[in-house]
């Protein structure tokens, strides 16, 4: 079955340190890739998505990640993360190809980030 | 519509009762998925909508557990016979093209 993984459940950091969440998905085929956050009290939100190209991904608020499909990894990157970062972060993956492919998504189980000022 | 909307916000129930839980989706979306959330499952797929249709619906854990669309457009989940290990947020999801959007969520408390 396919699944998700997230390395880190909880992350604590200063203000401008740099940050890197692991995620590593196992499916062989064709995925797509998404990063969701979901700040205190706020819904799930789109942070930046891997469908295809480039497979290094830029989103919303200086995040990025980059898609290294041998090593089945999709990690989150920030270079200086802010006190208003502190948040969940989820990877999802959406994986098949064509008619075979619902869109569900197979989440990670959630890195709670937290930024001291 | 600005982004997915779903009611009630919040629901409490007892044991046994059966629940409604809507989403509507942004519109034009013609995907719709539905999630659950919990603390020792995290997030869970339930449901997918393609338009009015229901292709997958492998993540529905009981036949508790039912959801239709009408419209293309507002879906509801209906939990019959609600049992504790329901208690959960139910997340709506709507997607056009690939990247799903998501509601707000039903926090679902059974007692």
């Known amino acids: 079955a396919q699944s998700v993984s997230q390395h880190n459940h909880h992350v604590i950091l200063s203000e401008a340190a740099s940050l890197e969440l692991g995620c590593n998905y196992s499916y062989g085929g064709t995925v797509n890739l998404f990063w969701y956050v979901q700040y205190p009290g706020q819904h799930l939100q789109l942070l930046l998505k891997y469908f295809s190209g480039d497979p290094l991904v830029k989103g919303i608020k200086g995040f990025e990640a980059e898609f290294i499909k041998s090593k089945f990894s999709f990690n989150l990157r920030k270079p200086s993360v802010q006190w208003s970062d502190t948040a969940e972060y989820f990877c999802a993956v959406n994986a098949g190809y064509g008619s075979s492919n619902t869109g569900k998504l197979i989440f990670g189980q959630g890195t709670t980030l937290q930024v001291k000022p | 519509g600005a982004g997915v909307s779903q009611s009630p916000s919040n629901k409490v129930t007892e044991k046994g009762k059966d629940v409604e839980l809507r989403c509507d989706p942004i519109?034009?979306?013609?995907?719709l998925y539905w999630y659950r959330q919990s603390l020792g499952q995290g997030l869970e797929f339930l449901i997918y909508?393609?338009?009015?249709?229901?292709?997958?619906k492998s993540g529905l854990p009981s036949d508790r557990f039912s959801a239709e669309r009408t419209g293309g457009s507002v879906s509801t989940l209906t939990i019959q016979r609600t049992q504790q290990e329901d208690s959960a947020v139910y997340l709506c999801a709507s997607s056009l093209r690939g990247a799903q959007y998501f509601g707000p969520g039903t926090r679902l408390l059974v007692l």
């Open positions: 519109s034009g979306h013609t995907a």
């Open positions: 909508f393609q338009g009015n249709s229901a292709p997958d």
